[in-house]
């Protein structure tokens, strides 16, 4: 192992982080961040919608104020190419990695799957916004729909998404596990039922497995 104080050498990588609300992604997030560090890794961690200054005003908005799908969706995609040009194509240039609580797939899911949006809008707005950088690994964090919604029941005050009705995330998790079907690839299924310490293991083996392909790469 390579300590925190020499950085490891090896090319740049993207990995994001997705599932329905309560699926229990964000305990994990600080985990592989943590995990990276400790193997030498220089990265940025960040988030959508938000990320950069602007995202983060519009993330208020998003989370909060009622509006046309369309407009949903055009601010999705509006704050996360301020998120690309401000901090993920930077960081993947200097040869850094970057980990991101969400990406492209949730507006798929969300907007697509949940509010019922057209996906080839969504395919044209995804291939006008990022046409050539998609993750290196995404982390779908799965679980059924009502032990979600039992974590959420048990947190913070709701945002507008977390407000929804059962159909509404039984269509965002359908979608999900169409996206991972239709890139097996980059998408790895967590099962998100399971206990921290299991989780966790998991994710240990797919980031060595990561690191492993990125070092014979280097």
């Known amino acids: 192992m390579i300590s925190n104080s ?71 995609f509006a704050s996360r190419r301020e998120h690309i040009a401000q901090v993920i194509a930077p960081a993947l240039a200097r040869g850094e990695w970057v980990i991101s609580d ?42 059924p729909l009502e032990v979600a919604r039992a974590r959420l029941d048990a947190t913070r005050e709701l945002d507008k998404f977390e407000q929804e009705q059962a159909e509404f995330f039984a269509a965002t998790r359908n979608e999900y596990l169409r996206r991972a079907a239709q890139f097996p690839a980059r998408f790895r299924i967590i099962d998100s039922t399971q206990s921290i310490a299991a989780i966790q293991v998991e994710l240990a083996h797919l980031l060595d497995a990561l690191l492993e392909k990125s070092d014979a790469a280097s």
């Open 102 to 143: 969400r990406f492209s797939d949730a507006s798929f899911a969300y907007q697509g799957g949940g509010r019922g949006m057209d996906l080839r809008k969504m395919e044209q707005l995804e291939a006008w916004v990022h046409p050539e950088l998609q993750p290196d690994l995404t982390l779908l964090f799965d679980v």
């Open 6 to 76: 020499k950085a490891r050498e090896l090319p740049a990588r993207f990995i994001t982080f997705e599932g329905i609300d309560g699926a229990g992604k964000s305990t994990h997030i600080a985990f592989v961040a943590d995990y990276l560090r400790q193997r030498g890794v220089q990265l940025v961690s960040s988030r959508e919608p938000g990320g950069t200054s602007l995202g983060e005003k519009l993330r208020e908005i998003l989370l909060h104020e009622k509006m046309h799908l369309e407009t949903e969706a055009l601010l999705m």
